[in-house]
């Protein structure tokens, strides 16, 4: 009586593991999104490397030069600046290549790649 008791659940428990499997198999199968590959952005998002220096009068004890992700806002280097100044000065324009405030000044909500 004991052996075809143990036979019947050796049996059944083949039965469920079969019918576990599937349903398992059965789930991968629905996904219909597929993830991309994580990539860590401090490792991949390209890096800019910036000479601030003040366009009037020119001093190159006041440069300075920092390395800066692309996907850093311009009011992120702004704030590096004040903070520079350990806030003794407020307003900053910062402008690329030339000071030409009118023209080429760079609009703080954007960030450097755009």
């Known amino acids: 009586g004991t052996q075809a008791k143990t036979a019947a659940e050796e049996s059944m428990k083949k039965k469920v593991a079969k019918v576990v499997k599937k349903v398992v198999e059965d ?3 629905k996904c219909p999104i597929e ?3 994580y990539k860590d952005p401090d490792i991949y998002t390209p ?3 910036l000479k601030i220096s003040l366009a009037a009068p020119l ?3 006041l440069s300075f030069t920092i390395e800066i992700m692309v ?3 311009v009011e992120e280097i702004r704030q590096m600046i004040i ?3 350990d806030g003794a000065i407020q307003d900053v324009t910062i402008c690329l290549g030339s000071f030409e405030k009118s023209t080429n000044a760079l609009d703080p909500s954007k960030t450097l790649y755009e």
Do not use: G, I, L, V
Request: aromatic fraction near 6%; hydrophobic fraction near 20%; charged fraction near 50%.
């Open 59 to 61: 001093a190159q004890k």
């Open 71 to 73: 996907t850093a806002r």
């Open 47 to 49: 890096r800019a490397k």
């Open 27 to 29: 789930d991968e199968e």
């Open 35 to 37: 993830f991309p590959e």
């Open 83 to 85: 903070s520079r100044h």
